[in-house]
């Protein structure tokens, strides 16, 4: 038991260590800061939570994509149409 409790904080000795001393000018903190990573987890913690309790988490609203329109790729003569809806008339 005491073996397990001494393995335990060295593994978390090492793991403080290693995100908080300065390699290069700054932390792992700091650069996992810079990158948005503890408002990612926060975000995920809270869904997580809220799936566990069983409630929706709130949506997000989603930006807006804009579409364009194709231009029409090919013009179809009358002859073709005929020809297209015979072979949808044959396939059903």
């Not at 397990?4 to 403080?16: E, K």
């Not at 290069?24 to 948005?36: C, I, N, V």
């Not at 949506?59 to 179809?76: C, F, H, N, S, T």
């Amino acid at each position: 038991m005491l073996r397990a409790l001494f393995w335990t904080l060295a593994l978390s000795a090492a793991c403080a260590a290693a995100l908080f001393v300065p390699i290069a000018g700054k932390s792992l903190w700091e650069r996992s800061r810079a990158h948005g990573l503890p408002q990612l987890a926060q975000r995920t913690s809270a869904q997580v939570t809220t799936w566990f309790k069983g409630k929706k988490p709130p949506a997000r609203p989603r930006p807006a994509v804009a579409v364009k329109k194709q231009p029409v790729a090919e013009k179809l003569t009358q002859a073709d149409r005929s020809a297209l809806d015979q072979l949808v008339a044959g396939s059903r």
